[in-house]
């Protein structure tokens, strides 16, 4: 009688852990079933208010016309992109020539006993100065551009209000989306994407976190994480 006692105690502990479990899951999964309803609606909301703002910007597109982008505007930053080269490769000669200056004075200190090493030396820094002031070949065309997480202001038209980055097709930049303007670690504005080339895209201002703050040249702006 004790035997079959305990056992039947047993099974009814072991019944009541068994529900005491099934009702911590199904209270977990409600639980789960509630944040996930309500990730769909904010995920709605997103979506209803960005189909909203790109209805807005294509009308805005109609209105100004189809080339968004203008010649002078590529023009604008085809010149930044220049400056940009020369710059770089105006270092890249100082350095050569440093390191030309050094390398010719070491080889006049030892010019007398004809070292085979530094004559050596001093032709291949001679050469490398060539490159860079491109007497041996074209010089490189190395146009620095942004990407999705970090991207340059580089030109704003006030009549339209379209703001220009560094980042366009190569990059993967689509219309639609939607990037963080900032200056520094301040927040400057969301813009959204309206128009796309190669090496640039258009965008518009869709929200200033301050109007008397507007997007200026060379804010950095990044693409919006939802």
Not at 20 to 28: D, I, P, Q, T, V
Not at 68 to 82: C, K, P, Y
Not at 153 to 165: A, F, P, Q, R, T
């Amino acid at each position: 009688m004790l035997a079959a006692g305990a056992g039947v105690s047993v099974a009814e502990n072991q019944q009541s852990d068994e529900s005491s479990r099934l009702k911590s899951e199904n209270a977990r999964l409600k639980i789960r079933n509630a944040n996930l309803q309500k990730s769909l609606v904010e995920a709605n909301r997103r979506e209803k208010e960005s189909a909203e703002a790109l209805v807005k910007i294509r009308v805005r597109l109609q209105a100004l016309g189809k080339d968004l982008i203008s010649d002078g505007d590529e023009r604008t930053v085809e010149a930044w992109q220049n400056v940009t080269v020369l710059d770089r490769r105006l270092r890249r000669m100082e350095e050569a020539a440093i390191r030309l200056s050094a390398a010719a004075q070491e080889f006049i200190r030892t010019a007398i006993t004809s070292d085979p090493e530094a004559r050596a030396q001093l032709e291949a820094y001679l050469r490398a100065l060539e490159v860079e002031l491109g007497l041996r070949n074209k010089p490189e065309r190395n146009i620095e551009r942004g990407n999705l997480q970090h991207a340059s202001v580089k030109s704003i038209d006030e009549k339209s209000g379209l703001v220009v980055l560094n980042v366009g097709a190569k990059e993967n930049a689509r219309i639609g989306m939607v990037f963080n303007i900032m200056r520094g670690e301040q927040m400057v504005a969301e813009a959204m994407v309206a128009d796309v080339r190669p090496d640039i895209c258009g965008v518009f201002v869709q929200r200033l976190e301050n109007d008397n703050n507007p997007v200026r040249f060379n804010d950095t702006a990044s693409l919006k994480k939802n």
